[in-house]
């Protein structure tokens, strides 16, 4: 079975604090996809980074990276300097190919960014 | 270009009513899909598509139907209303290929069983 957890219900700091959002996952497809997305409190959800599961280099964009370790399931997602237009909520979600593309999302961590 | 659309974007419908959320697409996508959020609980997919025609169930279908008469079209049917349905719904869609593409999202629908 999928599954992905984001223990972190709800997280608040201050502006220019950086934040780490923890993603755990769990399958036993050897090949899948790893997604982050953001919904603001306007309620669309945007699109933020997909990776593979061969493909273990940390990203960076801008003021955004993210760490991908195969060895402890893990995806996460670190703002640097964070600005109150990062409040939202973040999603990881996983996706197995073979079924559509199907998604399975984590439950989400609100972050609050404090001016 | 639109993107995905939804409609409408609010709905209040009383216990046993009927209703369709309506969903289009512009991208040429093959995949659809419906979701729903509850608060606290994520995204959990209903139905998804993979092509005009057919139609799958996802993780949570009960109380709900599908179908896929063209690429662009997507409607979500909620037959017999229930309290348990108030969510907010999601309509997404992507590209097919060698991989998992992202999913584009629409706007979403809020709907209130009463």
């Known amino acids: 079975a999928q599954k992905v957890t984001q223990a972190q219900t709800e997280i608040s700091v201050v502006e220019k604090e950086d934040v780490t959002l923890d993603c755990v996952y769990e399958?036993?497809?050897?090949?899948?996809?790893l997604f982050w997305y953001k919904q603001p409190p306007s309620g669309e959800l945007v699109f933020l980074i997909r990776?593979?599961?061969?493909?273990?280099q940390n990203e960076i964009s801008g003021r955004y990276s993210w760490n991908f370790q195969k060895s402890t399931s893990s995806f996460n997602f670190t703002i640097t300097a964070s600005q109150v237009v990062d409040s939202a909520v973040y999603f990881c979600?996983?996706?197995?190919?073979?079924?559509?593309?199907?998604?399975?999302f984590g439950t989400g961590t609100s972050l609050t960014v404090i001016p | 270009n639109a993107g995905v659309t939804q409609t409408p974007k609010f709905r209040i419908l009383k216990i046993g009513q009927s209703m369709t959320l309506q969903c289009t697409q512009d991208?040429?996508?093959?995949?659809m899909y419906w979701y729903r959020q509850d608060p606290g609980m994520g995204l959990k997919l209903i139905y998804y598509?993979?092509?005009?025609?057919?139609?799958d169930k996802g993780e949570v279908p009960n109380g709900y139907n599908v179908s896929r008469s063209t690429t662009e079209d997507f409607p979500l049917r909620l037959e017999l209303a229930a309290p348990s349905q108030t969510s907010v719904y999601f309509c997404?869609?992507?590209?097919?290929?060698?991989?998992?593409?992202?999913?584009?999202f629409g706007p979403g629908t809020r709907l209130t069983v009463t």
């Open positions: 990776r593979n599961s061969f493909d273990e």
């Open positions: 399958t036993r497809d050897t090949t899948y996809y």
């Open positions: 979600a996983l996706s197995r190919i073979n079924t559509g593309n199907q998604f399975y």
């Open positions: 598509s993979v092509g005009a025609g057919i139609t």
């Open positions: 991208m040429n996508h093959n995949y």
């Open positions: 997404a869609s992507s590209a097919q290929g060698p991989g998992s593409y992202e999913q584009y």
